[in-house]
Antibody, heavy 117, light 109 residues
Framework: QVQLVQSGAEVKKPGDSVRISCKAF????????LHWVRQAPGQGPEWMGI????????TYAQNFQGRVTMTRDTSTSTGYMELRGLRSEDTAVYYC??????????WGQGTPVTVSS | QTVVTQEPSLTVSPGGTVTLTCASS?????????PNWLQQKPGQVPRLLIY???KKQSWTPARFSGSLLGGKAALTLSGAQPEDEAEYFC?????????FGGGTKLTVL
């Protein structure tokens, strides 16, 4: 079955880092780009960046540059997103989503991240 | 940084027609912005309805259509059903980055 399966919920303290995984099933991982998006409670989604899964190059949204790193492991068809220097405003559900030819058709189930002291 | 603006809320009667719009702070939305429209119901993952202005997914009901209208991307719902009550987000590509709108909460009443 074609799906993206993300790692489980995280609870972090301010200043911590979080690393979320996104494992692809049922399709060739490197055929599609992988985006990361977050959605704070009651808010619209926010694009964090993209990793081009074939070569591994990345583009990050301006709001996250210097604080986010996206990587992938093609041997396990898994993408990773690490966000550093967490603050309470980073509390959100984090999603991975695959895209090809501007079509965002498949999303992971979401990973809730709570940042609280 | 691009700001994408949608109507915060709209109401449509069952069987009625409504158009949701999506504007960019950088200018008129054109096909090169590749507008995507996603539907999200409470507690659920966003689900793609429309991409690249007007292309549908296999699961997109025929009553949904996408277009460009007056310099904005538009999502038209013709023949609204109770199950269409949801939040709708547009997504635009601008200068190599993607930007989400704030969403339109659609009530079917």
């Amino acid at each position: 079955q074609v799906q993206l399966v993300q790692s489980g919920a995280e609870v972090k303290k301010p200043g911590d880092s979080v690393r979320i995984s996104c494992k692809a099933f049922g399709y060739t991982f490197t055929t599609y780009w992988l985006h990361w998006v977050r959605q704070a409670p009651g808010q619209g989604p926010e694009w964090m960046g993209i990793i081009f899964t074939n070569g591994g190059s990345t583009t990050y949204a301006q709001n996250f540059q210097g604080r986010v790193t996206m990587t992938r492991d093609t041997s396990t068809s898994t993408g990773y997103m690490e966000l550093r220097g967490l603050r309470s405003e980073d509390t959100a559900v984090y999603y991975c989503a695959r895209e090809i030819n501007f079509e965002w058709a498949l999303w992971g189930q979401g990973t809730p991240v709570t940042v609280s002291s | 940084q691009t700001v994408v603006t949608q109507e915060p809320s709209l109401t449509v009667s069952p069987g009625g027609t409504v158009t949701l719009t999506c504007a960019s702070s950088t200018g008129a939305v054109a096909s090169g912005y590749h507008p995507n429209w996603l539907q999200q119901k409470p507690g659920q993952v966003p689900r793609l309805l429309i991409y690249s202005t007007n292309k549908k997914q296999s699961w997109t009901p025929a009553r949904f259509s996408g277009s460009l209208l007056g310099g904005k991307a538009a999502l038209t719902l013709s023949g609204a059903q109770p199950e269409d009550e949801a939040e709708y987000f547009c997504l635009l590509l601008d200068g190599g980055a993607w930007f989400f709108g704030g969403g339109t909460k659609l009530t079917v009443l």
